[in-house]
Nanobody, 114 residues
Framework: QVRLVESGGGLVQAGGSLRLSCAAS????????MGWYRQAPGKQRELVAVINSGGRTNYADSVKGRFTISRDNAKNTVYLQMNSLKPEDTAVYYCRYNDYSTYWGQGTQVTVSS
């Protein structure tokens, strides 16, 4: 069983920064990708960023150049550094891990005020 726990969300003014963390426990393999998704009210959940075992990353166009995903395999933790935040970044941010199944964390709220 895999458990994902996100932290680091909060309220920040536009232009500010936040760093999200996702601590994974259970049967975690560094060979599998981890990612961050977000869901704003009334919208579908969308990909924000993903990092694979080799450290290759992929970002949504809307966050390229502002967000950075990284992982510490020794700690089974993935991070999302968010800079130059905009009000449209407001959402619940979820961590995701895949092996033969898909696992989600409980989410952490990020609110960006204008």
């Amino acid at each position: 069983q895999v458990r994902l726990v996100e932290s680091g969300g909060g309220l920040v003014q536009a232009g500010g920064s936040l760093r999200l963390s996702c601590a994974a426990s259970g049967s975690i393999s560094s060979s599998n990708a981890m990612g961050w998704y977000r869901q704003a009210p009334g919208k579908q959940r969308e990909l924000v960023a993903v990092i694979n075992s080799g450290g290759r990353t992929n970002y949504a166009d809307s966050v390229k150049g502002r967000f950075t995903i990284s992982r510490d395999n020794a700690k089974n933790t993935v991070y999302l550094q968010m800079n130059s935040l905009k009000p449209e970044d407001t959402a619940v941010y979820y961590c995701r891990y895949n092996d033969y199944s898909t696992y989600w964390g409980q989410g952490t709220q990020v609110t960006v005020s204008s």
